[in-house]
């Protein structure tokens, strides 16, 4: 399984238990839990704020901008740390006019995605990413707006 620990670096109205059991049914998907190392894997996802994002964005990846999610790679039982900006999470939502847990459900598991190896930098990737995100998803009975992904 997958052990999902939740810091909220902001108030955030959604509990920790809503992304644990959505990462952790994700998980369970075969292609998803086949890149899992053998063993109680961990990972965790930090809710914060534009500013953080924006700092670790430009810290760790070179831009100079604020994004909705980052992730970072782990090692060993850690696969890694998922950062997710909230205000994003809420202005996004409101963009596609679905749920802020849909959005942050979405931001978690691409996020999650990326940790065991998926990009989507060609069209084939992208494609990839997608359905395997909204099969992640619906193990949770989150539907994505339409033009969402």
Same mark, same amino acid.
């Given at each position: ?12 109205p959604i ?6 059991g959505?990462?952790?049914?994700a998980?369970s998907m075969? !292609? ?27 810290d760790?990846?070179?831009?100079e ?26 202005r996004?939502?409101? !963009?596609?006019?679905h749920?802020?847990?849909t !959005?942050l ?12 190896g998926?990009d989507?930098e060609t069209?084939? !990737?992208r494609?990839e990413m ?7 998803l ?12």
């Open positions: 399984g997958l052990e999902v620990e939740v810091i909220k670096a902001v108030p955030v509990p920790p238990s809503f992304l644990r959505l990462l952790q049914r998980a075969p !292609e998803v839990g086949a890149r899992l190392p053998d063993g109680a894997a961990t990972v965790a996802v930090k809710l914060t704020g534009d500013d953080e994002l924006m700092r670790l964005n430009r760790y990846a070179g831009h901008s604020v994004t909705d999610v980052l992730s970072f790679a782990g090692q060993g039982l850690h696969i890694g740390d998922i950062a997710i900006s909230w205000p994003a999470c809420a996004q939502s409101n !963009e596609y006019g749920p802020e847990a !959005e459900g979405l931001l978690a598991v691409h996020g999650m995605l990326h940790l065991l998926w989507h069209t084939a !990737e494609k997608s359905r395997l995100t909204i099969a992640a619906a193990r949770s009975e989150i539907i994505l707006a339409p033009g969402r992904l």
